[in-house]
Nanobody, 117 residues
């Protein structure tokens, strides 16, 4: 069992930055690949960025060069640094943990990011 708690969302102007954090507890963090997903009303949840248990990263084309995902296994934390934010980055950002062997997934409750002037 894994509990995930996101924080760091908010209202930001276009071009601004936010750092999202996800605190994980309840299991061995290094056994999980971690991801950040975004959802807007009426659309499916989409992968924004992911980081493997070994530190390899993957990004959606729309955020490459602007977002950076990282993890701190000692602190059971995963981060998403978002820079040069655009209005289309608006949405609820969810933290996801996927066990590297079983592929069982856990989700956080989400944090709202709104990019608007």
């Amino acid at each position: 069992q894994v509990q995930l708690v996101e924080s760091g969302g908010g209202l930001v102007q276009p071009g601004g930055s936010l750092r999202l954090s996800c605190a994980a507890s309840g299991s061995i963090f290094r056994l999980y690949a971690m991801g950040w997903y975004r959802q807007v009303p009426g659309k499916q949840r989409e992968l924004v960025a992911a980081i493997s248990s070994g530190g390899s990263t993957t990004y959606a084309d729309s955020v490459k060069g602007r977002f950076t995902v990282s993890r701190d296994n000692a602190k059971n934390m995963v981060y998403l640094q978002t820079n040069n934010l655009k209005s289309e980055d608006t949405g609820v950002y969810y933290c996801n943990a996927r066990h590297i062997a079983s592929a069982y997934e856990y989700w956080g409750q989400g944090t709202q990011v709104t990019v608007s002037s």
